[in-house]
């Protein structure tokens, strides 16, 4: 099936927005980028940039217009109370869905969720997430539409994973929850091939794909920490973060985030969905939906310096 030719996107200057965005171009499609109107991180290119923000409904009227899919991947990912997260993650899709639907014909729609959206009851970010496609299901009336769930998205720009995969190649190995948790990930450039997979064969799934590197039982911190070993030729020191010790920090930086009015990303419900102790996907379903599958395992990536640099470099 032959690529649509106009595409309207959201969260164009985020880690996963912005990588999307590139793939899209290097398909030769025709993009249509929601920017902040306060944003400078505009890139340059064939892109036309529609300033505005997803509780304008006439700003996203015009990103919509001819549009043949849409592509929504922006979200919020900090905050301190639920609000800070439904606003964007319920709110803004439940109106850019409703103004899409109401073309003729509707274009179809990918919304880029979370698998956290697997676990509504562990934080608000996790709730807002299922909310959302809630929402969506909701708001698209007959339009096809369809929702991803990647779990950790790791590679350049990426300001979540490296940091830890950083810590790791200089030697020192924080574990984050109990031996026996499990957890996929997914290198960002397989994520935005499996988007312009959708685009291509995708139909009218009006449904959630669960997708990853294609390892069967995801990683433990201990296979993380052995491939890095691997790689590096040398012990690295493990040091287990009590559960107690994040709560605690949880606590101190939501209640500061509170009085100097910043939106914390280490809360309380972080920590849950840090001690949660399965984070594995599955990877059956998107398989039989498109033609889509993950080239970069993690080793590969730590390997080849996908990303934050190789790994091996951290030796000095």
Known sequence: MALPHTIALTGA???IGGALLRALLNEGLQIRALVRRTSRAVA???VEWIRGDLDDTECLRE???GADAVIHCAGAVRGARRADFDLVNVAGVARLAAVAASYQPAPRFLLMSSLAAREPGLSFYASSKRDGEDALAGAAGPMGWAV???PAVYGPGDREVAPLFRWIGRGHAPLLSEADARFSL???DDLAAAVV???RDGGNERRAFELHDGRLGGYSWEDVV???ERLLGRRIRRIPVPASLLRVAAGVNLVAARVLRYRPMLTP???CELRHRDWVCDNREIHQAIAWAPRVGLEEALRSGLGWGTISATRS
């Open 226 to 228: 052995s491939i890095a």
């Open 44 to 46: 340059a290119g064939p």
């Open 269 to 271: 419900g972080k920590v």
């Open 63 to 65: 990103l919509t217009r």
């Open 148 to 150: 991803l769930r990647p």
């Open 197 to 199: 997979a959708w685009l």
């Open 13 to 15: 200057t985020g880690f």
């Open 186 to 188: 997914l290198y960002i």
